[in-house]
């Protein structure tokens, strides 16, 4: 399992999403780059989405909630290769068929984030890095939408936004 690496190289990327040169990842946010993510939205058999709580040591957003699965692409990775190299890091899954849904752009602290969203089943178990992720859990899209709304436990922007990307593309 990987950690975390703020000297990873990433593509900086234009407007459209094309790479228009490579950053250290520590340097994006300082230097207001636009970068690209991967997401991966697992679910279970009974159809409740894994939610990961990330480590209270984490940089940005600690102890929130958020996907099964959040990669930055290192410079010159796909969004699918980086949706699988961290699926099999924080989650410990390999060779699973991820399904792409689609991407959207957001604004993250000033810069333009690009986000691949992929879905997969898989009921478990997981091995994943304490240091990295508090907690996982399995929650129907009804409870995580109850705990975001009620304040009960506070979600990532990017997760609440891929989730609402998720929702409009099955419906």
């Not at 996907?67 to 796909?78: I, K, M, P």
């Not at 602290?109 to 898989?122: L, Y």
């Not at 859990?137 to 891929?162: A, D, K, N």
Request: neutral net charge; hydrophobic residues 40%; charged residues 20%.
């Amino acid at each position: 399992m990987g950690s975390v690496d703020q000297g990873m190289l990433v593509d900086v990327v234009n407007s459209n999403d094309v790479p228009v040169g490579v950053l250290a990842r520590a340097e994006v946010f300082r230097k207001h780059a636009n970068f690209r993510v991967a997401h991966d939205l697992i679910f279970n058999t009974s159809g409740q989405l894994l939610v990961q709580k990330l480590a209270p040591t984490r940089l940005r957003h600690p102890e929130y909630w958020g996907s099964s699965v959040a990669a930055y692409l290192f410079a010159g990775e796909s969004y699918q290769a980086a949706a699988e190299r961290r699926l099999n890091q924080e989650l410990g899954v390999r060779g699973l068929d991820l399904d792409f849904i689609g991407k959207i752009s957001m604004n993250d602290d000033g810069c333009q984030k690009f986000v691949g969203i992929f879905s997969a089943v898989h009921d478990g178990p997981f091995t994943y890095d304490k240091k990295h992720i508090e907690k996982l859990e399995f929650l129907s899209l009804q409870q995580i939408h109850h705990l975001h709304h009620s304040g009960e436990r506070l979600f990532t922007p990017t997760f609440l936004r891929v989730l609402s990307y998720y929702e409009s593309r099955i419906q």
